[in-house]
């Protein structure tokens, strides 16, 4: 009957396209079913044609919002923030907790906000949405298409990559969800997960078969983020220390340089005997045409020199050369820069670095809004990034802050222009 259809139209609308349908829109779907039945079909065959049309719908496909376009900020409604809610903790669409919240219009309140958070975190899908997050900002499936130069690694196997991948993936996980610490601490914490393959390869003794965890407390080669293989392999065969370099310029102390110039020929230059790859780098930095750029970022790498094109810790290269590990890292916005001794004490510095926790911020922040950041974001990050070290700067504090900031409570959209 018309009143049993516009019901479930209605019902199962709400639900797919995430909002309440239009008088005009249930019209609309109710038109389906009736063709259906005047062709001679049954109510199966409706329902199916009506949800075959809702998941055509750009209300399904798109995350569609009121837009004013007159260039002022104002609240999103209830269940347009219930959409941004779910999708920035979980990547999924609301369930019918949220949605009825919604209906009840309860999300204006920060502390029904604060509450439908610390509820969805605690689901599956908050632990795959981070794990998207860990994956896409390291690009950990390159992994899955490594083709090592198997003459200069002879005990390269395939199975590797993916070992090297899942160890990332793990540590995080644990850091992230089990021990609850600070973001900052991925790029020191003395643990880690691997196989019995990839254990060997780090030239520690294997634990046990099947993925293992390993405490690195006593292990000075390894630990943290910068230390994992699967981090260390972005540098190519040659341990390229550009490529290296940076990655910690831009993706831990968000900065970055420009292009080189077209033309040049920026073929990594092979090591020899006499020289390795920091030689060749302190090179470059003394360089006239090149050190203006390359001073900023390849001394950045120069504690990773002992660690080899697939990760693997060396203290003598294949030439015979000694390798070091000491540097210095020049902070943004210091007068002079830092010096290590070592990669570990390397590692400790980044993961005090204000820098480096505001940089996580904004990688995390950019990837669960979905969106580029760019100056106009600058305050809310500012204030978000407050809130969440409060908090002691955990993914949970973290993804709190996002969702009470404005950046999700409201909109904005550039002013129409006149005609």
Same mark, same amino acid.
């Given at each position: 009957?018309?009143?049993?259809?516009?019901?479930?139209?209605? /019902?199962?609308?709400?639900?797919?396209?995430?909002?309440?349908?239009?008088?005009?829109?249930?019209?609309?779907?109710?038109?389906?079913?009736?063709?259906?039945?005047?062709?001679?079909?049954?109510?199966?065959?409706?329902?199916?044609?009506?949800?075959?049309?809702?998941?055509?719908?750009?209300?399904?496909?798109?995350?569609?919002?009121?837009?004013?376009?007159?260039g002022?900020?104002?609240?999103?409604? /209830? @269940?347009?923030?219930?959409?941004?809610?779910? $999708?920035?903790?979980?990547?999924? =669409?609301?369930?019918?907790?949220?949605?009825?919240?919604?209906?009840?219009?309860?999300?204006?309140?920060?502390?029904?906000?604060?509450?439908?958070?610390?509820?969805?975190?605690?689901?599956?899908?908050?632990?795959?949405?981070?794990?998207?997050?860990?994956?896409?900002?390291?690009?950990?499936?390159?992994?899955?298409?490594m083709?090592?130069?198997?003459?200069? $690694?002879?005990?390269?196997?395939?199975?590797?990559?993916?070992?090297?991948?899942?160890?990332?993936?793990?540590?995080?996980?644990e850091?992230?969800?089990?021990?609850?610490?600070?973001?900052?601490?991925?790029?020191?914490?003395?643990?880690?997960?691997?196989?019995?393959?990839?254990?060997?390869?780090?030239?520690?003794?294997?634990?046990?078969?099947?993925?293992?965890? @390993?405490?690195?407390?006593?292990?000075p080669?390894?630990?943290?983020?910068?230390?994992?293989?699967s981090?260390?392999?972005?540098?190519?065969?040659?341990?390229?220390?550009?490529?290296?370099?940076?990655?910690?310029?831009?993706?831990?102390?968000?900065?970055?340089?420009?292009?080189?110039?077209?033309?040049? /020929?920026?073929?990594?230059?092979?090591?020899?005997?006499?020289?390795?790859?920091?030689v060749?780098?302190?090179?470059?930095?003394?360089?006239?045409?090149?050190?203006?750029?390359?001073?900023?970022?390849?001394?950045?790498?120069?504690?990773?020199?002992?660690?080899?094109?697939?990760?693997?810790?060396?203290?003598?290269?294949q030439?015979?050369?000694?390798l070091?590990?000491?540097?210095?890292?020049?902070?943004?916005?210091?007068?002079?820069?830092?010096? @290590?001794?070592?990669?570990?004490?390397?590692?400790?510095?980044?993961?005090g670095?204000?820098?480096?926790?505001?940089?996580?911020?904004?990688?995390?922040?950019?990837?669960?809004?979905?969106?580029?950041?760019? $100056?106009?974001?600058?305050a809310?990050?500012?204030?978000?990034?407050?809130?969440?070290?409060?908090?002691?700067g955990? @993914?949970?504090?973290?993804?709190? =802050?996002?969702?009470?900031? /404005?950046?999700?409570?409201?909109?904005?959209?550039?002013?129409?222009?006149?005609?």
């Amino acid at each position: 009957t018309d009143d049993n259809m516009r019901r479930l139209i209605s /019902d199962l609308g709400k639900w797919v396209l995430r909002a309440p349908l239009t008088e005009q829109e249930v019209a609309l779907y109710r038109g389906i079913s009736t063709t259906v039945v005047s062709a001679g079909g049954d109510f199966a065959e409706a329902v199916e044609m009506i949800l075959e049309a809702m998941l055509q719908s750009p209300r399904f496909l798109y995350r569609i919002e009121n837009q004013l376009g007159d260039g002022t900020r104002w609240p999103v409604n /209830d @269940y347009e923030l219930a959409s941004r809610i779910s $999708f920035i903790v979980c990547g999924s =669409a609301p369930d019918d907790v949220l949605l009825k919240a919604a209906e009840l219009g309860q999300l204006s309140d920060p502390e029904e906000l604060r509450q439908q958070v610390k509820r969805l975190l605690a689901s599956s899908k908050a632990r795959n949405q981070s794990e998207q997050f860990i994956i896409q900002w390291l690009n950990l499936d390159r992994l899955r298409n490594m083709r090592p130069d198997r003459k200069r $690694f002879s005990d390269w196997q395939d199975s590797l990559a993916d070992d090297m991948r899942q160890e990332t993936i793990d540590f995080f996980m644990e850091l992230v969800w089990e021990q609850k610490r600070p973001l900052s601490d991925l790029l020191n914490a003395q643990f880690t997960h691997l196989t019995p393959q990839l254990a060997k390869h780090y030239g520690l003794t294997a634990s046990g078969a099947g993925n293992q965890r @390993y405490d690195l407390s006593d292990v000075p080669s390894r630990g943290g983020l910068l230390t994992q293989a699967s981090v260390l392999t972005m540098g190519g065969d040659d341990a390229s220390m550009v490529t290296r370099g940076l990655f910690v310029l831009s993706d831990l102390l968000f900065s970055e340089v420009g292009d080189p110039p077209p033309g040049l /020929d920026i073929s990594p230059v092979p090591t020899r005997p006499g020289k390795t790859h920091r030689v060749i780098a302190s090179e470059r930095i003394k360089s006239e045409a090149c050190g203006g750029c390359h001073s900023r970022f390849e001394p950045l790498a120069f504690g990773l020199e002992r660690y080899n094109g697939i990760g693997a810790f060396q203290t003598v290269d294949q030439h015979g050369n000694q390798l070091r590990q000491d540097g210095e890292i020049l902070f943004p916005g210091d007068s002079k820069p830092t010096t @290590y001794q070592t990669s570990a004490e390397m590692m400790d510095l980044l993961a005090g670095s204000d820098r480096v926790k505001e940089c996580l911020t904004r990688k995390v922040s950019q990837f669960l809004l979905g969106r580029p950041l760019d $100056f106009t974001d600058a305050a809310s990050l500012r204030r978000i990034h407050e809130a969440s070290q409060k908090s002691d700067g955990t @993914y949970q504090s973290l993804v709190t =802050a996002i969702v009470l900031s /404005d950046l999700v409570r409201t909109t904005q959209t550039e002013p129409e222009p006149d005609h």
